[in-house]
């Protein structure tokens, strides 16, 4: 072998050792690389506690809230009296018990019910149906209060007449009950021809003046015979 072969050589022998040392360095580094991309390591904190000192931790305290009491209440009704219907009970009661009023106290109470329409007939001439008392025979009949009230609601609910007392106007006999229609006129005929319309007769229908002037004469007129 000549110089420049053995120099050839020897260049190559260097180069693979020189390539060799390379890829042990390579690896070496690529393994210590690999090592470095562990975890980390674990850090582990120590609570120092001075000696002769127990460290204890106790959990907060539990805190119930408080429980209402209970409370049951109990109603008792009221027992309520009423009044009013005993006041009730004893009004008809005594309505009950009351004594009805007599046939008079009712033909009284009539003619004070009756005498503001009784004035306002005064000055004319009125038709007449009724003049009765008590104790007066009538066709053979003695005539009662009761008899006398009943001809006269009967007149009022067939008519509308109004009852007075001929004691407060101008009439002969006192006493008497009477009965007259609320429509006046201004002469005796025409109160008369009530009469003929309804065909009552001369004893039971006539013309009368209604007056308290008692010097008047003439203050009646009957239908003719």
Request: a negative charge; one cysteine or more.
């Amino acid at each position: 072998m000549n110089g420049r072969a053995r120099g050839n050589a020897l260049l190559v022998a260097v180069l693979v050792v020189l390539a060799a040392g390379s890829f042990g360095i390579t690896v070496a580094v690529r393994r210590n690389a690999s090592s470095s991309t562990t975890e980390p390591p674990t850090t582990t904190r120590s609570t120092t506690t001075a000696p002769g000192t127990t460290s204890t931790t106790t959990p907060p305290p539990v805190t119930t809230a408080p429980t209402e009491p209970t409370t049951t209440t109990t109603t008792t009704p009221a027992t309520t009296t009423s009044t009013a219907s005993i006041d009730v009970t004893a009004a008809t009661a005594a309505e009950t018990t009351a004594p009805p009023l007599d046939a008079i106290a009712q033909l009284d109470t009539e003619v004070d019910t009756d005498r503001a329409v009784v004035e306002s007939l005064v000055g004319f001439w009125v038709t007449q149906l009724s003049s009765k008392a008590p104790g007066l025979v009538v066709n053979g009949v003695v005539l009662t209060a009761d008899d006398i009230l009943a001809t006269h609601r009967q007149l009022e609910a067939e008519f509308q007449t109004v009852l007075l007392s001929s004691s407060e106007y101008n009439y002969k006999t006192p006493g008497l009950y009477v009965d007259v229609v609320p429509v006046v006129f201004t002469d005796p005929d025409s109160a008369l021809q009530f009469c003929f319309d309804q065909g009552i007769g001369r004893d039971d229908c006539f013309a009368k003046f209604i007056t308290h002037d008692m010097s008047l004469e003439h203050t009646t007129k009957l239908q003719p015979t």
